[in-house]
């Protein structure tokens, strides 16, 4: 698994590596949300642009692609997320994961949290890769 | 993500596949949940064979290092599943992760699930790895 | 708690006896999950048919009521499957039970899971029980 | 934190007392969820009038200020009641919290259960506090 | 179904009828618990009396045995009540499901809400049955 | 509510921030979480400190009896991070909140979480109470 990306910058603030960091990733879906905290917690916009993005998502040690697998294995087996799963499927995608690596890995949790959790995974999952074959953005008003 | 392993194998039947899937990927530590499943429910060890290891983690399109980001970043999550995490923190070092990339995976788990997950994740992987530093078995009674 | 159903059959595979537990348990509503699955996970709709209903469904030592009651309760407490908790309601109607016990499963879940949990679930009873008295299906285009 | 209500009255039923409790803490909201229950389940419309209001939120030592932040934390964090969140972000609205206050609470949750539940939950805020400056009601059809 | 128990008594309170239905499901881990909340909680000792026992169990409309078996199935998925799943498992052999009843009910659970949910679940039942077995009192300190 | 603390300070990093409000608020059950992490994950003990406490709960619009309210009613409903939960009613003490009205917001989760996440809440806070009684320092190793 070797880093592909360089995301640590020198010089850079937290917030300046975390708001590109997103753009990377998450791309417009991720530009969506932070619009929306803006009338009710603009702060809150701020960590998460600093915390995840800034801070986690740019460490070293794990490439964007095997991040992306953990997110949405752990955001499928949760269950309470479904806006947060669509928008990583999303970025699993920007991140050169294919659609075939993103199914098996929301079909894996089946063992680990349920049948359910893995057919609302794939639901969700069929949404965003009708929505991109499309050309459509996938709905992410709500989602991180 | 080359897929390194060679899981199918033709004439095979799944609880064949799966005993050698489990042999594999969880090693020893597997070998003790299936056996202290043996007087309260033998045919639970079976399923435990053939469907998460016989069909799921024998499926070709995702490599086991991948499958295994995918099992410690859900459980992780979950929370409500210490012994299995210990379990594939193992698996995970046995399909060829790194400390270094467990513990990234877990940390990232913050984000998602908050940091007392997270924190449960790494004293969980600290516990696994001075078990394996130490020539001990992690402990296995309970876990998948 | 007597045995009513026969669900095992000789010389029958695993994936044939689950199509015919979930055609007999699911009734429509299984249909139309399965058929939701094809464009995206064809390979995944097997594993439904073969493990929940091919093995779990199938085996003897509890009626298709009690499992259900189980389903009913478990989906209720965890509050994260909807859509199929509004597909096991349907189902057990199908299997024999009463709305009165399917409502009381629920209401006793507000002990063990809260009030919220006994909430959401006794709303997605009366949707239920509402459209099969107007005689339409219930919505199952994303459950199981 | 000085008790500021009065909950407790002498010769008052547990239902008259969690009528009233409801009523004050609730609103409008509140009688919405009752009513909802009145052609599916009308005894549990009865146990959400006696335990949670007129038990739990009827105890002194602790004023409901206070009861409705430890509310807004916990649905936040569990994730799997947004209707019911909705209900206690406008009831902590009723009993005195100040917007800033709750999105704080909100907030915080992103540290202990992950930012998806701290975001799901500030646009819960948002629209609720939308429709309370609209002069709207809160959508609370399905909601405690 | 047919209701076996008769719970319900004319001119019994809520906690004289939540105390008897108590002894008769949980017996002497029952007990246990009430009597580990004296010096914490003595106030919700009672509540745990008169709404899940007084109010809950002793409706009609569902025998005992379905009742547990939604308790065991619920708690088994939940995965964050373990002291209170042994003390159901115990319940369940109290008022009549077979060790076979309960093991299918836990077994169950892998569909919904995965497999180390239905192991740690199998894992609960083997401590209980073999603590019955050996004449010992399951142990309950911290359960309900 | 009045704020009582004022943890912002000008020119301080959100390092020296966090690691001040740290000491304020866990005390030495957080020293000793911090220092369990040196061996297995130090650069996550730098999160801890800069954003749930040089971040969170330094902002100001809730003081800190209110957050403490807010993060025990969380970890006692999620019921997946018991550790945390006790060190978090021993920081509820250290800001101010008496033992009752830590136990009415445990009590307060039996209607939003369920009875079992109560209990498991109360036995914590027992344990912690007693230990505090005895001059002992609670049990935090593995604890935020």
Same sequence: chains 1, 2, 3, 4, 5, 6.
Avoid: C, W
């Amino acid at each position: 698994m070797i880093m592909t990306q360089q995301l640590q910058s020198a010089g850079e603030s937290r917030l300046e590596r975390g708001k590109r960091a997103l753009a990377e990733i998450d791309g417009e879906a991720g530009h969506k949300v932070i619009a929306a905290l803006a009338d009710i917690a603009p702060d809150f916009a701020n960590y998460v642009f600093e915390f995840p993005f800034g801070d986690i998502y740019s460490r070293p040690g794990l490439d964007l692609r095997a991040r992306e697998i953990a997110t949405i294995a752990a955001l499928t087996a949760m269950g309470t997320a479904t806006p947060q799963l669509k928008v990583h499927i999303e970025a699993g995608l920007n991140v050169g994961l294919s659609r075939q690596e993103i199914t098996e890995v929301i079909i894996q949790m089946a063992v680990y949290a349920g049948f359910p959790a893995a057919l609302n995974g794939l639901f969700a999952a069929r949404e965003v890769f009708a929505a991109r074959l499309a050309g459509h953005e996938p709905p992410a008003s709500e989602a991180l």
